[in-house]
C-alpha cells in the first residue's frame, strides 16, 4: 500500500472520531478543512518559496479563518483578492491592510468607496491593464477623492509565433505597452503606480505528471520550460523599462504549481498561493510537489439501488473551467468509490459503484474533493476545522458572513 493511501485511511479514521464526538449531528453537506494538512502544506510552500513572501490569495479559500491562519504563517504576507467589495469588506471588518487585487475592478459602487476612504485607499491596491479602467475610476471621483494605489497586470503567456499559450488575461505584453500605461497613470493625479503583477497561469495551474498521460505530460513539461525562459526575459526588460520611471514596492507573480520558479526570477519581489493550500482535485499530479488534500464535503448515503451500490444526497459540486471529467467532484472516502458514468455528480443525487459501495448503508457519510480550491465553500455558510481526530471550530465562510462576492 502506498504512501498517499495510508494516509486517507488515517484521514478517515480521524473524521470517524471527529463525527461521533461531535455533540450534534452535521449538517450535510458537511465542509471540513483539515488544519493538520492546511498547515503541512503551508510550510511546504514557504520552504518552495526561498525567502520570497507569499501573497495568499483569497479566491482559493474563501473562509476568513483560514486566510488569517494562513497570514499568520512565517513567511506569508499579504493577500491577493478577487473583488473589490470583498478587499474592502476585509479591510473594514478584519482590518487586514495589504490587499492587492488580482483583476481589475468596474464596480463603481465600491470604486466610490475606495476613493473616499483614506484607510481603505491606503490597504488597498487596484489592478489595471487598460487606461479605460483608470476612467472608471476617475468617473466617481468628487472633490473628497483620495489618491489610490495601482498595479499593472502584465500578460505573462508564452507567446510561440502567433499563438498563445496562457491564460487571456492582460492585453500587455512587452515593454512598450506597459511604459505606455505607466506614464499615463504617472499623469494622471489620483493615482499612484506601486506594482506589477504576472501570473502564468500556464506554468502554475497545469499539472505534468497525470497518470496513464506520459506523452501529454511531457508536452506540458516543455512548454512550462519554454514559458519560464521565455517570461523571465520579458519581465526583466520591463523591469528595466520601468525603473526610469518609478521605483516598485512589489512585482507579484506565480501561484501554486510555479513558486519555485517564479521565486527564482531576481525580478520577482513575492509570489501568489492560494490551492497549494487547500490542494483541490486539480493539483493532484505536479512534478514539482506532492501536497496533501486538506478541504473536503461529506454527503449522505439515502439509497440503495442495487446491493452493489449506494446513492448519496447531492454532492454534484462542479468546477468552473471548461467543462470536463477533471471538473467533478472525486468520491475520496471510503477508499474505492466511482461515479457513474451516466448521471455523474447530481444536484440532489449521486449514485456510485466500485469496490466499497456494497459496504455503504443508507446513513453512512461519503467523502469527496473538489476539482478547484474555493470553489467549495460558495456552497456552504460554514466550515467544520479539523486538527488531529476532533472538530476543534466551527468558523463561517464567506457565505457564512453574508457576503458573495
Do not use: C
Not at 526575459?233 to 501554486?256: H, P, Y
Amino acid at each position: 500500500m502506498i504512501d498517499a493511501e495510508i494516509e486517507r485511511h488515517r484521514l478517515s479514521t480521524r473524521l470517524a472520531s471527529a463525527v461521533a464526538a461531535h455533540p450534534e449531528p452535521l449538517q450535510t453537506p458537511a465542509m471540513v478543512v483539515d488544519l493538520d494538512a492546511f498547515d503541512a502544506n503551508a510550510a511546504d510552500l514557504v520552504r518552495r518559496a526561498g525567502g520570497k513572501p507569499i501573497r495568499v490569495a483569497s479566491k482559493s479559500l474563501r473562509v476568513p479563518a483560514l486566510v488569517e491562519r494562513a497570514l499568520a504563517t512565517p513567511g506569508f504576507a499579504g493577500v491577493l483578492t478577487y473583488s473589490l467589495r470583498e478587499a474592502l469588506w476585509l479591510q473594514r471588518e478584519r482590518g487586514l491592510s495589504d490587499l492587492v487585487m488580482g483583476y481589475p475592478s468596474v464596480d463603481r459602487g465600491a470604486l466610490a468607496e475606495l476613493v473616499t476612504s483614506p484607510s481603505a485607499a491606503a490597504a488597498i491596491t487596484l489592478m489595471v491593464d487598460d487606461v479605460a479602467q483608470l476612467d472608471v475610476v476617475d468617473s466617481v471621483r468628487s472633490s473628497k477623492a483620495v489618491p489610490v494605489r495601482i498595479a499593472i497586470d502584465v500578460d505573462a503567456g508564452l507567446r510561440l509565433g502567433s499563438q498563445h499559450v496562457g491564460p487571456k488575461r492582460s492585453p500587455l505584453h512587452d515593454a512598450g505597452t506597459v511604459i505606455a500605461l505607466a506614464e499615463e497613470i504617472d499623469r494622471r493625479p489620483g493615482f499612484t503606480l506601486v506594482g506589477v503583477m504576472t501570473y502564468e497561469g500556464q506554468v502554475a495551474g497545469v499539472p505534468d505528471d497525470v497518470p496513464r498521460q506520459l506523452a501529454k505530460s511531457l508536452i506540458v513539461r516543455r512548454l512550462k520550460a519554454a514559458s519560464i525562459d521565455q517570461l523571465a526575459e520579458r519581465r526583466a526588460a520591463i523591469d528595466s523599462a520601468l525603473a526610469r520611471l518609478v521605483k516598485l514596492e512589489f512585482w507579484n507573480a506565480g501561484g501554486s504549481g510555479s513558486i519555485e520558479s517564479s521565486a527564482a526570477d531576481p525580478v520577482v519581489t513575492e509570489v501568489a498561493a492560494g490551492s497549494g493550500l487547500l490542494v483541490p482535485g486539480l493539483f493532484d499530479h505536479y512534478l514539482s510537489f506532492r501536497p496533501r488534500p486538506a478541504a473536503f464535503f461529506a454527503v449522505p448515503v439515502v439509497r440503495k439501488p442495487t446491493p452493489e451500490m449506494a446513492t448519496v444526497a447531492g454532492g454534484g459540486f462542479i468546477a468552473s473551467g471548461p467543462a470536463g471529467k477533471d471538473r467533478v467532484p472525486i468520491p475520496w472516502l471510503p477508499l474505492g468509490l466511482e461515479l457513474t458514468g451516466l448521471e455523474g455528480a447530481g444536484e440532489v443525487q449521486t449514485p456510485l459503484t466500485g469496490r466499497a459501495a456494497a459496504r455503504l448503508a443508507i446513513g453512512d457519510l461519503v467523502w469527496f474533493r473538489h476539482a478547484k480550491s474555493g470553489e467549495l465553500f460558495e456552497h456552504t455558510r460554514q466550515v467544520h476545522l479539523l486538527s488531529g481526530a476532533e472538530f476543534v471550530d466551527t468558523v463561517p465562510s464567506y457565505r457564512g458572513t453574508d457576503n458573495a462576492f
